[in-house]
């Protein structure tokens, strides 16, 4: 008897501790919950929102950047019932990236690496749909481009980019038509004669609503005793982001997109980029297609005259932004991580709070940073509970860069150098140099 009561408990603790060792099994990971934010649009603002709990939020949790659509950062947060748990979780992580690393070693032998499931691109060329790659074209640009400051008869060319060699009427309010012309590939049109003083609404062949409007001034003084002027351009742009339109002022441009070129080099590469509008004073041109961030020249040349401005140095760049979460001693922390390229000029970040219960701190709604290695970051506090905010981040104005011609950039030194063929950018931050240069 006393042999059959010990087999019995020892079925019955065997039991018990296979069952206790399953139900820790199941919770072995710790993880009490789940929360997902996102930040849409990076590089021109947008949303930061979560997207829900789901389970317990703890002091302990691990975030991470997960896939997402093109234009969205979707950061995950995991939370564990424990620091021990939560350590134990990072240790795993870390033996897998030692794995994958293994693996990467193994293949640098000439073997193709694996592909990354989501193919890199660059965004300002091609859009990323239903698991494929589609280059953009200039129809990606929206609605009607039309100089600022349009006066009475005054020749000037506009776009609409969604018509392209199409017939365009431009009538008036009444609905006559006074001017009919056809479109080229980018939707360009040129008005040699100009217009009247007045409102016109501009319509194309199948297009029950107008495309657009614009307006004439009517020029103070006498339009025909206006006197062309010499070609220069007034308060030329410091930097251009690489993935938006720009502008240019001046005087003795053409009105005439086809007679002006806008020519930039950098690294070695010229582009010249689409005009879309144009007066003798104004020319608007689409985003930079080919030429990557960095240092760069720009000349504006009017055929007909045989004028060229002098080059200017700009800096191309290009700008994100996503939200992380960062863990303190006080407490976990979001904050937002503004990204710019070229990474090796420091550069002044101006970020605002558009809307939501949040600030930078202090209950500031604007602030602005100067980039380090090519990031800077912005704590971002709750200022009543939690809910949906917008933000947006660009460089500031007025970066007081020293550009030089026939230099190049010493990096030992931070500064630029005599050299031909090469012009250089370099700017000064607290009593320290850093530049950047490009060849011609």
């Keep these: 008897m006393k042999n059959l009561w010990t087999i019995a408990w020892a079925l019955a603790l065997a039991l018990l501790l296979a069952e206790a060792g399953a139900a820790q099994d199941k919770a072995a990971d710790g993880v009490v919950g789940t929360e997902t934010f996102s930040t849409s649009t990076p590089g021109g603002g947008g949303e930061l929102v979560s997207q829900g709990l789901d389970g317990e939020r703890t002091a302990w949790f691990i975030s991470h950047v997960a896939p997402g659509n093109p234009g969205v950062v ?36 000439g073997k ?9 691109y660059d965004p300002r060329f091609y859009d990323y749909k239903d698991g494929k790659l589609v280059p953009k074209t200039q129809n990606s640009i929206e609605g009607m481009v039309v100089p600022d400051n349009i006066h009475d008869r005054q020749p000037f060319s506009f776009a609409v980019p969604q018509i392209t060699g199409e017939v365009v009427n431009v ?21 040699a004669a100009g217009l009247p003083a007045g409102a016109y609404l501009v319509s194309g062949s199948g297009h029950d609503q107008p495309l657009g409007k614009i307006e004439i001034r009517q020029r103070a003084g006498d339009a ?16 251009l982001k690489v993935s938006d339109g720009f502008t240019l002022n001046g005087t003795g441009l053409n009105s005439d997109y086809r007679k002006v070129k806008v020519r930039l080099t950098g690294s070695g590469q010229t582009e010249e980029p689409t005009i879309l509008a144009a007066t003798e004073d104004q020319l608007k041109l689409a985003p930079v297609q080919q030429l990557q961030p960095g240092a760069a020249q720009l000349r ?16 191309l ?13 006080s407490g976990d922390q979001s904050e937002l991580v503004v990204t710019v390229i070229p990474d090796d000029l420091p550069l002044t970040v101006k970020t605002n709070v558009v809307s939501g219960p949040v600030d930078f701190g202090g209950g500031r709604k604007q602030v602005e940073g100067v980039t380090n290695h090519g990031q800077a970051i912005f704590p971002v506090r ?9 933000l947006t981040w660009e460089l500031a104005p007025n970066q007081d860069f020293v550009t030089h011609d026939e230099c190049r950039c010493n990096i030992n030194i931070g500064r630029c150098q005599p050299e031909e063929d090469y012009i250089c950018i370099e700017r000064r931050i607290n009593n320290r140099w850093s530049c950047i240069s490009s060849h011609k």
Aim: aromatic share 4%.
């Design 74 to 109: 979707n950061v995950v947060v995991t939370y564990y019932d424990s620091k021990e748990s939560r350590d134990k979780a990072r240790e795993k992580e870390k033996e897998k990236e030692k794995e994958k690393k293994k693996k990467a070693d193994k293949k640098k032998d």
């Design 112 to 120: 193709e690496p694996d592909r990354p499931p989501v193919p890199t």
């Design 171 to 191: 009538q008036t309010v009444e609905g006559v038509v006074v001017q009919q012309a056809s479109t080229d590939k980018y939707g360009r049109i040129f008005l």
């Design 224 to 239: 025909l005793q206006h006197t062309p002027q010499s070609l220069q351009l007034q308060n030329p742009p410091e930097a």
């Design 300 to 315: 504006v040349t009017n055929q007909d005259t045989g004028e060229s401005t002098d080059a200017t140095r700009v800096l």
């Design 317 to 329: 760049y290009d700008i994100q932004g996503r939200l992380e979460r960062r863990t303190l001693k």
């Design 382 to 390: 709750a200022e009543h509970g939690s809910g949906p905010f917008q």
